[in-house]
């Protein structure tokens, strides 16, 4: 965390988890699916892309554990990420939120990660995402954003705002388009669809040595 001068307090940095109680330590890959053992696929994007959706049907067909960065968010500080931002700001919640996917892609492959959608705002973002990693960006137009994000129950206030979701979504599209090495766009697609598209991208092919 920070203190209000920008320096990193210490004292409220969350524990470090051991290896062990990482959730991809008790789950054994299904041997039957055809992709790489050292496979670490993160789902990117903003609120309202199915991140959630899209990576435990992905993890469910390839057999693989499924990491979600609020829930390790909530493992590392025992609270909530809406309460950390409004509490200690948004630069704190992104700071938790990089220390939460940094430990989730150092559990042993493989495996799928929702990375929060504020994630791209941590200037660390592009080396943590480079934990061989494949990252897929889930893009959708504001309006597909605001559809689906409905009435906002437990979402921020302006996340029912289609201005602040079209600058935001603005903002953010140069950096999800440096650190993606495939990009779905999920507004005509439904979640199964969008899990055939990655699933057919990352798949190594039955004759590769």
Do not use: C, F
């Not at 001068?5 to 409220?12: L, Y």
């Not at 054994?28 to 670490?40: E, F, N, Q, T």
């Not at 201005?163 to 766009?185: C, E, K, M, N």
């Amino acid at each position: 965390m920070e203190d209000r001068a920008g320096r990193v307090n210490a004292a409220a940095q969350p524990p470090p988890m051991s290896r062990t109680e990482h959730p991809s330590a008790d789950i054994d890959p299904d041997p039957a699916a055809p992709l790489s053992p050292d496979m670490r696929v993160v789902l990117m994007g903003m609120m309202g892309t199915g991140k959630t959706t899209v990576g435990r049907l992905l993890a469910t067909r390839l057999g693989i554990p499924y990491l979600d960065n609020d829930d390790a968010v909530r493992a590392m500080s025992g609270r909530e990420p809406a309460e950390i931002r409004d509490t200690d700001g948004e630069a704190a919640l992104h700071q938790l939120e990089s220390a939460a996917l940094d430990w989730a892609l150092d559990g042993p492959p493989p495996m799928i990660v929702g990375a929060a959608g504020g994630i791209v705002a941590d200037p660390r973002a592009s080396r943590i995402l480079r934990k061989g990693t494949t990252v897929v960006w889930l893009r959708a137009t504001p309006e597909t954003l605001r559809e689906r994000i409905g009435t906002g129950e437990g979402r921020r206030v302006e996340a029912t705002d289609l201005d602040w979701i079209s600058r935001r979504a603005t903002r953010r599209a140069p950096a999800y388009g440096a650190l993606a090495d495939l990009v779905i766009d999920v507004d005509a697609r439904t979640p199964d669809e969008i899990v055939d598209a990655i699933d057919a991208a990352i798949m190594v092919p039955a004759d590769a040595p």
